[in-house]
């Protein structure tokens, strides 16, 4: 059969991503099976490469967080920022996807597949309640989303996780269970405790993109910045995703594998959640009008959870072989392939974009 032809909009994208971009699900898998077998090897690799750690995550791989964010933040162009900032209508359509819908659905999900499993299930809502700030870029990047606007959101949900994860995180975990006649959790987590997880593994980042683009842009141009530097160093991203779940397996590995079946009852909601949350934002963002690049935006920034800052709760407040640490852990292996398949929904969307009109009110 002769495959459909491309549209003028969609060829230049598909142009654009690399070897690395189109088989990343293969690349991802392949990491996987890699830190298993690394785990498997060498056993006490999970405690050498946790012993030394950075805001309650392991060294190594705050390494890969911090690699996997620097090139996206370093491609942003940093100077239309003001434009996207001035629009109320985005970014209150995106706080409210990201505070009120987002941990609510994650939340009843978590009750609805896990109401016998409690420390999976809080696992689940700590992961809810921590908005994207770190890999969002990456998926948005890869749909051909707003990087500015991105930029923006994330910068937004960093300040709000800040102020109110340690509010949110109380209210989800010791009030609202009781609602439900089940027994109420505590959690001790301080603002100043969040803060320093956000500024470092945004912040860090964050600065030295920031700093990258407008010292070669002032020594080499912007044609060559954007033309020449950024194909090179760009796809690094994706180099320190792999490296970080290679690592995370090899940590982990070996309890996720102990444990298939609660895995599997993990993921399903996991699953739910992604889809739901992006399906959701996709059509709203359409239906208020908003051009492709801020909807894809927006919907990626919706979908996607700040796993380091839920691995890093979980395993500070409840320990590092609790149900809660485990569900965290999951949640980002099962996001990487479910938000894979959301770039390609996302790409294929954007080959109709043009063909049915957005609905205005």
């Known amino acids: 059969m002769t495959p459909a032809p491309t549209s003028a909009a969609e060829a230049p994208v598909l142009r654009r991503l690399s070897t690395l971009d189109r088989f990343l699900p293969l690349w991802i898998f392949a990491a996987m099976a890699l830190g298993l077998l690394l785990g498997r090897i060498y056993p006490d690799l999970g405690a050498a490469l946790d012993r030394v750690q950075l805001a309650g995550v392991s060294v190594p791989i705050a390494v890969g967080l911090l690699w996997m964010m620097y090139p996206v933040l370093a491609k942003v162009r940093y100077e239309t920022i003001g434009r996207h900032a001035r629009d109320t209508k985005l970014l209150g ?127 080499r141009g912007t044609a060559w910045y954007d033309d020449v530097f950024m194909p090179r160093f760009g796809p690094t991203a994706l180099i320190g995703l792999l490296y970080t779940i290679v690592l995370m397996f090899a940590m982990q590995g070996h309890r996720i594998m102990a444990l298939p079946l609660d895995v599997l009852r993990i993921a399903v909601p996991l699953l739910a959640y992604f889809a739901i949350m992006f399906g959701f934002a996709f059509w709203f963002s359409r239906r208020l009008g908003f051009d492709y690049e801020s909807t894809a935006s927006l919907s990626f920034t919706a979908a996607g959870n700040n796993f380091e800052l839920a691995i890093a709760v979980a395993v500070a407040t409840f320990g590092i072989g609790s149900g809660e640490a485990l569900a965290a852990v999951v949640g980002p292996l099962i996001e990487v392939p479910a938000l894979i398949g959301l770039v390609y929904v996302s790409l294929r969307a954007r080959r109709l974009w043009d063909a049915v009109p957005a609905r205005r009110r």
């Open 93 to 219: 359509t995106s706080l409210v996807l990201n505070w009120v819908i987002g941990p609510v659905v994650m939340l009843v999900l978590a009750w609805i597949f896990l109401p016998d499993l409690p420390e999976y299930r809080n696992g689940l809502v700590l992961i809810g309640l921590a908005r994207c700030i770190a890999m969002v870029l990456i998926w948005n990047n890869l749909a051909c989303g707003s990087g500015e606007l991105a930029a923006v959101l994330v910068a937004l949900n960093s300040v709000f996780q800040i102020l109110t994860y340690s509010v949110l995180g109380w209210l989800f975990l010791t009030v609202i269970p009781t609602w439900f006649g089940a027994d109420t959790t505590a959690l001790n987590v301080s603002m100043g405790q969040i803060a320093k997880s956000v500024g470092i593994f945004l912040g860090v980042p964050l600065v030295a993109g920031y700093l990258t683009r407008t010292a070669l842009v002032r020594q």
